[in-house]
């Protein structure tokens, strides 16, 4: 039964919660001050449905001050930083079809990027801020496409049978790692950003999916079910010391290193409902940070 969950969410790109969004382009938002920059991995951006509806929202990196930044009928998931901390990416379904917008970092200047009847979603922002790799099934099956940060030159990247999805992007710019289930089940591979040298970095029986870059670009952290349920690991960036570093009976998933790479941020529903957590980068002093009947997911530690 996990399984056949997340696989509608990489399949949907949505059910994780996840997202869709279609339509007519926003209008720019009336004057509003301009957003701040996320001061030194300060912040952390989620979602939650607290308020009976899933939105994008922000706290500090201890858990203080949750705000929520978008409000609509519609789902808004999976939030991504800009390299500079101005903005956030993010999927959304409030237009009838999940999309990509973007949004500055207070919320305002909300604007969809992709528009077309597929599924468009994962954001992930390449280091310089000048481009987004994301996944659509716009050709028939999941694969990783990379446009403009304004939404132009959207290119396709991978094409097999399989499903592509979850991009992130190497700190240098050079590389792309993603989800695949091309071999028959879902593992991490990497591959220049031109979409050449594509290679797995796990294999075996089991899941391995949502990777994340540490900010020096040596190792992925992601999650895996191959003991049983989903925890959190991580690995060097080649493949090898593949290490478990959370160890219970509920599902630990998508995990988000702090800027600094002493820290990760991800989702438990150890306490009966899904909320966010933070670790040491070695798995010791795991703390919850949010704490209330709504799910809480989708953390993203701002630069």
Known sequence: MKKTVIVCAVATLALLPIVSAYACQLQPAPASPPAAPSPAGNR?????????????????????????LTNNPGRDTMPAWS??????????DRDGNIEIYITDANGSN????????????????????SRLAFNSDRDGDFEIY???????????????????TMPTWSPD????????????????????TDGSNQRNLTNNPDWDTMPTWSPDGSRLAFNSD???DFEI??????????TRLTNNPDWDTMPTWSPDGSHLAFNSDRDEDTEIYVMDANGSNQTRLTNNPGQDTDPAWSP
């Open 110 to 129: 909300q604007t969809r990027l992709t528009n077309n009847p597929a599924e468009d979603g994962m954001p992930t922002w390449s280091p310089d801020g």
């Open 44 to 68: 952390i951006a989620f979602v939650s449905l607290r308020d009976g509806n899933f939105e994008i929202y922000i706290m500090d990196a201890d858990g203080s001050n949750q705000t929520r």
């Open 173 to 192: 710019g050079s590389r792309l790692a993603f989800n695949s289930d091309r071999d028959g089940d879902f593992e991490i591979y990497v591959m220049d």
């Open 83 to 92: 390299p500079d901390g101005s903005r956030l990416a993010f999927n959304s």
């Open 233 to 242: 690991y991580v690995m060097d960036a080649n493949g090898s010391n593949q």
């Open 146 to 164: 990379v446009m403009d940060a304004n939404g132009s030159n959207q290119t396709r990247l991978t094409n097999n049978p399989g499903r592509d």
């Open 226 to 228: 191959r003991d049983g």
